[in-house]
């Protein structure tokens, strides 16, 4: 999906033999007012440059216990931190985004529809905004997700908002082309969301949290509880564990290929992938590379380009994720797939044996499921945490709904519940 603060990220290049030629002014980022770090294990800086306002800022992440010799901008000099994530928040830099250099596949996906949002949320004994409503999508991308909403549902008022410029303007043609009245797009840095877009009744992160460094996600956060109305849903999606561990280690050999061309990154990433792959003789290591390689050549290289060879990348245990998300104020709603979260494909008895397990506790039960179905990607609905969910009551509030089935043309219209 589209980017909100990791276009502008790039990998750092080591200068192991450099002596610094100046030293740019420093502040730890977790004494500013407006940001805050959640990782534990990953700090986060931002870096002034000399005669330079505090617009002008570099933020860079690193774990801890590192000493490197860091070439930034074309200036080195000593500090602790690793190649990693950097982030330029110039706004006059005439660095692009990556996302504007390689554009990002956009697609619709009607999970997020709010009415599909809606209905899950009544169905767990919610009263959400029905009817028109105000949907906010972090980091649409061209607005292919958010355009057919408001195509269809001309009452409502939608607004996405990326970093990168040109999906921007791409949607905003299509807007235009259509005519449209009833949706927005701006090229904006979530880092400052301007209180005056006002509330929201759905918001929607789809691919934005497994991409964007930790300080950026609590930031997501903390706009989500400011603007999202007192009944309002969240809908967030990310890469989970167990399967994320496989993911992430070819990930990190295709990291790790020896230095190339930039425009044969992918290729040549996927091909050392392979090579690797070639001279493994572990059966379980054998297995996990040929996964991974065959959902890699299944995928659009602009993808791999991105989520592959991208500088942030985020994997999350369910249970995490909604710690994370309780500590702004938010709670565990559901998923946005109902099927599956009602039917897990796990055989009654093991869930049977999971629920008493998980004694009870929702998140818990759901993190054992990702275990047993070794569950790689969510759709995690989230709800504000005062609000009271009723999980035992599916079945009655299904008549507050009406149902459609699709799928023969013969449809008996007794399976409509008024």
């Given amino acids: 999906m589209g980017e909100v603060c990791t ?20 502040f730890d980022i977790n004494k500013t007012p407006s940001q805050k770090v959640a990782a534990r294990s990953v700090r986060t800086y931002a870096f002034k440059p000399e005669g330079q306002s505090t617009k002008h800022l570099i933020y860079a992440q690193r774990p801890a216990r590192t000493d490197k010799v860091m070439r930034i901008d074309g200036v080195s000099w000593k500090k602790r931190l690793p190649p990693v994530l950097v982030y330029n928040h110039n706004h006059e830099s005439d660095m692009p985004s990556t996302y504007d250099q390689v554009l990002y596949p956009s697609l619709a996906f009607s999970e997020t529809h709010p009415d599909n949002l809606a209905a899950i949320a009544t169905l767990h004994g919610l009263t959400p905004p029905t009817g028109p409503c105000r949907v906010l999508e972090v980091g649409c991308g061209d607005a292919s997700n958010l355009i057919p909403m408001a195509l269809v549902d001309p009452l409502s008022h939608f607004v996405g908002f990326d970093l990168a410029t040109r999906p921007i303007q791409v949607g905003q043609a299509v807007i235009q082309s259509l005519g449209l009245s009833n949706i927005e797009l701006f090229t904006l840095d979530i880092l400052e969301f301007p209180p005056s877009l006002g509330t929201f009744d759905y918001i929607i ?55 190339g061309p930039e425009a044969s990154r992918v290729t040549d990433g996927k091909h050392f992938l392979s090579t690797i792959r070639r001279f493994v003789t572990d059966p379980l290591w054998q297995a996990t590379l040929d996964s991974e390689i065959k959902r890699l050549d299944a995928r659009p ?25 309780a500590r702004h104020g938010f709670q565990y709603l559901a998923e946005g797939l109902l099927r599956p979260a009602l039917r897990p494909n796990v055989p009654p008895e093991a869930l049977a044996e999971l629920r008493v397990l998980s004694r009870g506790d929702e998140v818990t039960f759901q993190q054992y499921l990702d275990f047993v ?39 008996d219209t007794k399976m409509v519940i008024a």
């Fill in 7 to 26: 276009g502008l990220a790039q990998r750092l290049t080591l200068a192991p033999n450099l002596n610094p030629s100046s030293s740019p002014g420093h």
């Fill in 205 to 259: 992160a789809h691919g934005f949290c497994a991409w964007v460094p930790a300080f950026v996600l609590e930031k997501f956060f903390a706009v989500c509880q400011a603007h999202l109305s007192p009944h309002g849903v969240i809908f967030a999606s990310y890469n989970t564990y167990p399967q994320a561990h496989a993911r992430e280690a070819s990930r990190q050999i295709m990291h790790a290929q020896p230095p």
């Fill in 301 to 325: 290289d602009s993808v791999t380009f991105h989520d592959e060879l991208g500088g942030a990348y985020n994997c999350f245990y369910v249970a995490d994720f909604v710690a994370l998300a």
């Fill in 373 to 411: 179905t070794y569950r790689g990607f969510r759709r995690t609905l989230l709800c504000r945490s005062n609000l009271p969910i009723q999980r035992d009551a599916i079945n009655d509030n299904l008549l507050k709904l009406r149902v459609a089935c699709g799928g023969p043309q013969k449809l």
